[in-house]
């Protein structure tokens, strides 16, 4: 037999070819399908922000009225100044209400009193003072008084003894 390289499989790549590879491979980092990904790089903001000029605008009429929408609030916003915000801001209104809304929930959620203010916003006293635990009921053991008749025959039973049907023959029985 001659020295011949060995032909690769359709679809495969050659062993000449692969062996090449590996000398660039450690540069490009993990090649293995089962590695973790690579951290992501940090976004940053690219455009500034088009609504810089009126946020406490915006969020006094969310305070005024929670239930409002993003698409309502562009709206106002375009009706009081007029050519200043055209309509495709409306995704960025929007993220903007998610946030609030978000906000007011944990509000309600740690200290229903520090969400009825006019922010909307945790104060530090909110956050210091820790939450009363809920009370549970310790469990009791069974007695005869808080047993009903029906549990004491089935716990009497050891699980070496057959269940019996009563009075009831296998034919007629329904299976589980």
């Known amino acids: 037999m001659a020295d011949r390289a060995p032909t690769a499989a359709p679809g495969e790549v050659p062993l000449t070819t ?18 973790p990904p ?13 609504l810089a000029a009126v946020p406490t605008e915006l969020k006094a009429w969310f305070d005024e009225e929670p239930a409002i929408t993003g698409a309502a609030l562009l709206e ?3 009706q009081r100044h007029a050519g200043a915000y055209p309509d495709h801001l409306i995704r960025t209104v929007q993220r903007r209400v998610k946030v609030w809304r978000q906000e007011r929930a944990r509000a ?3 200290d229903p009193a520090a969400a009825s203010g006019a922010s909307g916003e945790l104060g530090d006293a909110a956050l210091a003072e820790p939450r009363a635990e809920p009370h549970v009921a310790e469990p009791t053991a069974p007695t005869p008084e808080n047993v009903s008749p029906a549990t004491t025959s089935a716990t009497s039973r050891t699980s070496s003894e057959p269940r019996t049907g009563g009075t009831t023959d296998d034919a007629t029985r329904q299976p589980f």
């Open 18 to 35: 692969f062996l090449e590879g590996l000398r660039v491979a450690w540069r490009e980092g993990e090649v293995r399908p089962t590695a």
């Open 38 to 50: 690579k951290p992501s790089k940090p976004r940053y903001r690219t455009v500034p922000d088009p």
């Open 76 to 78: 106002r916003l375009q």
């Open 108 to 110: 309600l959620v740690v």
